[in-house]
């Protein structure tokens, strides 16, 4: 899998690289800062990158990479992996391309209480945004969620509109993970299984949104 990373280099100047597999040398977007060049750019799996740094030439960006603007990026490929809890014994409930929203909304999960694992992969349309410092935010939040990357947790989620850091974790095809265990109200209700909570009493559940992800 591709890492992305902020490359720095001692010495300002300008950035090119050459590409092995057809010995072109490429424009490459760069800027100095402090006595320092920077290239953000994305390492492949068991890949070799080489860069110049020509300290005898002004740095020359490509494009300028907006500065305090966050830019959102595109998240695609939704799956939603649903571990109900009722009575009869959970059941599973596996959900491709479902849009994000209250379970109550969603034919099949009408009912069900219990633990969505929702995941998303990122599309990178511009290299240049892989590794930047990254947040997610989650929106509308009907339970508690948790969010994680490759098995590394992130953080944790109990109210409407958490944003969650992310580091420099962001490359193009990563799967975020977003697990989200909701109330059982509304298990109860579906079953009937108590005098507690009348038939119009269910609450949201889910994962409801919008969730962004954001660099700058």
Known sequence: RSVGVRLTF???GRVRELELSSGR??????AAQGGRTSVPTSIPALGVRVFELDLTTEPEPVVDLPQDDAVELTLEAWHLRVLSEEPAGPRTIELDGVA???????????GVSGTG??????????????????????????GSAVVSI??????????????????????????IEIEVRTA?????IEADISDLFDQDSSQPQGLIGPVRLLVN
């Open 10 to 12: 001692e010495g300002v």
């Open 25 to 30: 040398i490429l424009a490459t977007p760069h």
């Open 100 to 110: 994000l929203g209250d379970w109550r909304k969603i034919e099949s999960l009408g």
């Open 117 to 142: 694992r929702y995941t998303v992969r990122v599309a990178l349309r511009d290299e240049r945004l892989a590794g930047l410092p990254a947040r997610i935010d989650l929106g509308a939040l009907a």
């Open 150 to 175: 490759g098995g590394r947790i992130f953080g944790t989620a109990y109210v409407d509109d958490t944003v969650i850091d992310l580091g420099d974790s962001i490359t193009d095809g990563i799967e």
């Open 184 to 188: 059982l109200r509304n298990a109860v």
